[in-house]
């Protein structure tokens, strides 16, 4: 059993994660760096260790300095939260070889993960639908050029080690192939270090909508229904929400069987995220596997009424899950939006400084605030800038929004730019209130949101 929990990271995921170890009665480990010496996530655990320098490496991603913490702390068992360590294979074994319980996938899942490409090729083999594309090993320019000529443009290219958008360019015509496949590997290299190259066919006007899948040790799975993400900025979500609107029951369950076959492939135990475009004509294809976590997990905790976390520690624990696929059902609406530190009105720049003033809207069984910042506190440039996530939930799509509207109406934020404006301008929009979403919302309705 579990009795002491180290979380391996900040902000809301360390605070959130805490939260719901604290309720099942195990004991808290935070760890922090120079920046995070007074921050909420040190406050609230029982114990807190301090682990490094400011810069993510020198801290949240030094493994060894982790497990050594753990070992010290007599920690069994490590909470890697979402990004830094959560989806590293290396330290997963490491927490194995020292006998620290890993809350998240075997090795293995993680791995066969970790690359979309080798993804796709398991995929295929499980039959899970994928984007018609290219993701072999031949990498010329000349046979990648010569793929895409064949499916055709618009396509995408991608970096096999990709996330958060990054290493991705779209490719409109064969003439524009070179530059674009220059300028994707560049990236790919300096971000990854990694240059391997997808080719797929890149689709207009998709949704994506992605769904949430656990998996205990005793060969159960189920999918807790799905999360339309399909408002992004660059290709990362900054609105999500359950259920998608206008899914009808078959496709749903289409995928969620879909995403257990999948999660099945590579004998997944835990949380996970299997995610889909979906296209106009209701045809779905796998993007990616998420093994931990997601940002946007708690749109599915109001929707299910569940906690996740600790579905997770539970499932880390050895026990079964929860709950079988037939006593899960969906109830009301849930949105999240994500508010950052950032100026949408200079290219979203990340910003920093001082929060002189926080003023939050209350929370209720219809609205929740994960954040990991208090008043006072300093948002510096060495982690992801975003300062919390807003959630509401209502019986309908409708009343949820229009809780959504006024929570942001009620949120201040002074002493550095926020999003706020911006994202109150989005849910405000006709078009995503009658819910007509696809991945290119943000561009096509630019007029309303700046
Ligand atoms: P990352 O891991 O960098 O987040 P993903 O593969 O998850 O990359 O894709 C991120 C986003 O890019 C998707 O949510 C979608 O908006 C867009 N996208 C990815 N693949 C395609 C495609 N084939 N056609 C159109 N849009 C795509």
Redesign the pocket.
Known sequence: MITKLLIANRGEIACRVIKTAKRMGIRTVAVYSDADQTALHVRLADEAVYLGESPAKLSYLNAAKIITIALKVGADAIHPGYGFLSENARFAGLCAQNNIVFVGPPIGAIEAMGS?SAAKHIMQQANVPL?P?YHGDEQSAEILQAEADKMGYP??L??AA???????R?VWQASEFTDALDAAKREAMSSFNDELMLV?????Q?R?VEIQVFCDSHGNGVYLFERD??V?RR???VIEEAPAPGLDGSLRQQMGEAALTAAKAINYVGAGTV?F?LDVDGSF?F??M?TRLQVEHPVTEMITGQDLVEWQLRVANGEPLPLTQQQLSIKGHAFEARIYAEDPNNEFLPSTGRIQLLQMPEESEYLRIDTGIVEGDDVSVYYDPMLAKLIVWDENRDKALSRMTRALSEFHVEGLSTNLEFLYNLVSCDAFKQADID?GFIEKHQQHLF
Do not use: F, I
Not at 162 to 168: F, L, P
Not at 200 to 204: A, G, M, Q
């Open positions: 979309k984007v594309g396509v995408l991608k970096a990709g996330g958060g958008g990054k290493g991705m779209q797929e066919k890149y689709l207009t998709p994506h993400c399909s992004q290709h990362q979500k995610e475009l294809y993007m990616e998420n991945t």
